[in-house]
């Protein structure tokens, strides 16, 4: 086996799933771009991963690793039919180097952390240079985050763990203790959680809103939920008060229309959260000098509840304190 400690080469090579991609990965990545001119980085695996396929996998790399600060990596494409990942090593090695050759790419040394990397080096003609084989540096696998990714979440970028977190919207009329709730969701569930932005920019404009102004609070506020998705406390979960549909809503009761963006805005919401929980009716109406009266309120509650069906959203409705509605919000989430 040559030495080639310290040494450095022209052209490397890491061949992996990424699924996901995690610190380790990032390691051999950061040890081939410190050794090598070039790297060459290729995402496959077939079967591909539904909640995690080959261009979103791609795309975590480039983001991690932007072009501006790293002209040295070269993303390779998908290479059509793949062998199975079950398949033996000669038949990987033999259909990695058919399509390099096919592509022009000829690397002199092959970064990987595995076992089988000396080997597939051979077979290319290359160098080896494993890293971190022992997983001392970054104790972890792909195949133990796949199988428990929010116990091991420390071992991936914010960027990564967002694909896992899902988005859970608190709806309800006015004075029906979504704000609250929704603060206590976030601190139950020890995670992320979303104000509502519209109270924001209608303060703002001592409640004067044009339909302008409600597209901008919908569009802050998706940016607000995309912000907490990869905050470094976010577990799991993000609970947001409201979402684009409800503010459509409000855009039609005040100003009697929407801009169509806002409309195609409220129209993701179909798929956007994975669950969607409603605030009942039951808690007092309290007045803050911003809301109308509790006539108005029933009528709010009638149009969110009439929309989410219209939509064919699925929800659930929460009755009584702030404590039992965070239980019955538990109830569903684990029971997911």
């Not at 040559?2 to 080469?9: E, L, N, T, Y």
């Not at 091991?152 to 914010?158: C, I, S, T």
């Not at 309290?286 to 509650?301: F, I, K, L, P, S």
């Not at 149009?303 to 929460?318: C, K, N």
Request: net charge neutral; with cysteine; charged share 25%.
């Amino acid at each position: 086996m040559p030495d080639v400690a310290g040494r450095r080469f022209r052209h490397g090579l890491v061949v992996g799933k990424f699924a996901p991609l995690h610190r380790g990965h990032m390691r051999v990545l950061d040890e081939a771009l410190s050794r090598c001119e070039r790297v060459s980085v290729w995402v496959y695996s077939r079967p591909d991963f539904p909640d995690m396929p080959g261009p979103l996998r791609r795309g975590w790399v480039r983001s991690l690793y932007p072009a501006r600060l790293f002209p040295g990596l070269d993303l390779l494409p998908d290479a059509p039919n793949p062998p199975l990942n079950g398949e033996p090593d000669a038949v990987h090695h033999a259909y990695v180097r058919g399509v390099l050759d096919g592509w022009g790419v000829r690397p002199d040394v092959v970064f990987t952390s595995e076992d089988y990397g000396e080997a597939f080096a051979a077979s290319l003609g290359a160098a080896h240079v494993c890293v971190d084989r022992a997983r001392a540096a970054v104790p972890v696998s792909g195949s133990a985050l796949r199988a428990d990714v929010h116990g091991l979440r420390g071992f991936l970028e914010p960027l990564v763990y967002a694909q896992f977190v899902r988005r859970v919207v608190i709806l309800g009329a006015e004075s029906t203790g979504k704000s609250t709730l929704t603060r206590a969701l976030g601190e139950a569930f020890g995670t992320a959680w979303v104000r509502e932005y519209g109270r924001d920019v209608y303060e703002r404009e001592n409640g004067a809103l044009s339909a302008a102004h409600f597209l901008e609070i919908a569009r802050g506020h998706r940016a607000l939920e995309d912000e907490a998705i990869t905050s470094p406390g976010v577990h799991r979960w993000v609970f947001s008060d409201t979402d684009a549909a409800t503010t459509l809503m409000w855009s039609h009761l005040l100003t009697g229309g929407a801009r169509p963006e806002l409309r195609a805005l409220a129209d993701e919401c179909r798929s956007r959260y994975a669950h969607a929980f409603v605030c009942g009716t039951d808690l007092p109406h309290e007045q803050d000098g911003w809301r109308a009266n509790t006539e108005v309120r029933a009528v709010q509650q009638a149009f969110i509840r009439q929309d989410l069906e219209a939509r064919g959203v699925p929800f659930t409705l929460l009755r009584g304190s702030v404590a039992e509605r965070v239980a019955q919000v538990r109830a569903v989430l684990e029971g997911a």
